[in-house]
Each structure stands twice: as C-alpha cells, then as structure tokens.
C-alpha cells in the first residue's frame, strides 16, 4: 500500500470501530422513526408508499450494506488500489523516457538523412569530375586526332604538289624532247610539197 492509501485508511479508523459507530447512528434512526407521531407514520407511508416493515429494513439494509462495503474494501478495493497505484509509480517517468527516445530516434534519423544527402552530393561531385575528366579526355583525343589529320593532310598536299610539280617537270621534259623528236621528223622527212 501506497503512504497516501495508508494514511487515508489510518484517518478513518479501523473498520469495526466505523461499523459500531454506524450501527448505532441507525439504532438511534430507528428510534427517532417508532418515536415519530401516528401522523407522521401516516404521512410516510401514504407519501413516501412505505410500510412500517419498510423503516425498519431500510437501516438495517443500510448496516448491511456498510458491512458489505467494508469488506470488498479490504478483499477488492485496497488491493485494486494498490495495483493501481503501483501502475501509476511505474509509469511515472515512462512519458519523459518516450519522449526522450523519440528526440533520440529524431536526431538520429536527421544524422542518417544528413550522411546520405553527404553521401549523395559526393557521389555527384565524383559524376561531375570524372564526366569533366572524360571531356578533357575526349577533347584531346579529338585535338591529337585534329592535328593528325592537319598533318596528314599537309603532307597529303605536300606531296600531291611534289607529284604535281615532278609530273610537270617531266611533261615539260617529255614535251620538249616530244617537240625535238617532232622537229627532228620534219627535218628528216621527205619534202612533199616541192614534188622531190
């Protein structure tokens, strides 16, 4: 039992003690009432539709009644109280500790959201890198490749104009032995024109 179930009972009295004292209060209720005038008898039971028989169980009904309340008191009630009581002291402190446990769970799940947007703007500065690394990549392959081909192409060219200029050296080569050979021919051939 709690110090204030306790303390409450102890300012009651002990029970049999409330029951004697109950118990004379309705003797002397009963008293009063067989005391009462025949015109109050008569005002009861025409009133209030009660029987001589009626007073005299009420009170005692009532005495029962104490007895029975005393009783469930001490087999019923106490012990529901104390149970009930002792709930209360070990929940006391069970909302503050709730209440604790979910600012816990509620930092916690900030610091995970937390790590996980870290962890997502690292994974995207490591995309954007390596995309930049592949571009710079990429553009060298195509400068290399550019130049390469500026280069081929120069030789490309260099060397279509040596054939050019060899081929036009050599035509004119050819042209101008062509041309001896032509002029050799025609002073050598027989004159037709003069009839010879």
Do not use: C, Y
Not at 22 to 30: A, D, H, N, R, Y
Not at 48 to 76: C, H, Q, R, Y
């Amino acid at each position: 039992m709690s110090a204030k179930h306790s303390s409450s009972a102890a300012k009651k009295g002990h029970p049999i003690q409330q029951g004697i004292v109950f118990l004379v209060i309705l003797i002397i209720i009963e008293a009063v009432i067989f005391m009462l005038p025949p015109s109050a008898m008569k005002f009861a039971e025409e009133s209030l539709k009660l029987t001589p028989t009626d007073l005299i169980f009420i009170p005692i009904g009532s005495f029962l009644f104490f007895v029975f309340w005393k009783l469930m008191e001490n087999a019923v009630f106490d012990p529901f109280l104390a149970l009930h009581e002792a709930r209360e002291a070990a929940t006391e402190g069970s909302q503050e500790l709730a209440l604790e446990k979910l600012a816990e769970a509620t930092r916690l799940e900030n610091e995970a959201e937390d790590q996980i947007n870290l962890a997502r703007r690292d994974a995207v500065q490591e995309k954007m890198s390596q995309v930049a690394e592949a571009k710079k990549q990429a553009s060298l392959v195509i400068t290399d490749a550019e130049n390469q081909a500026m280069q081929n192409s120069e030789r490309a060219i260099k060397e279509a104009a040596d054939r050019i200029t060899k081929l036009k050296a050599d035509l004119e080569t050819q042209a101008g032995q062509l041309a001896g050979d032509v002029v050799d021919k025609l002073k050598s051939a027989p004159q037709i024109a003069n009839g010879k």
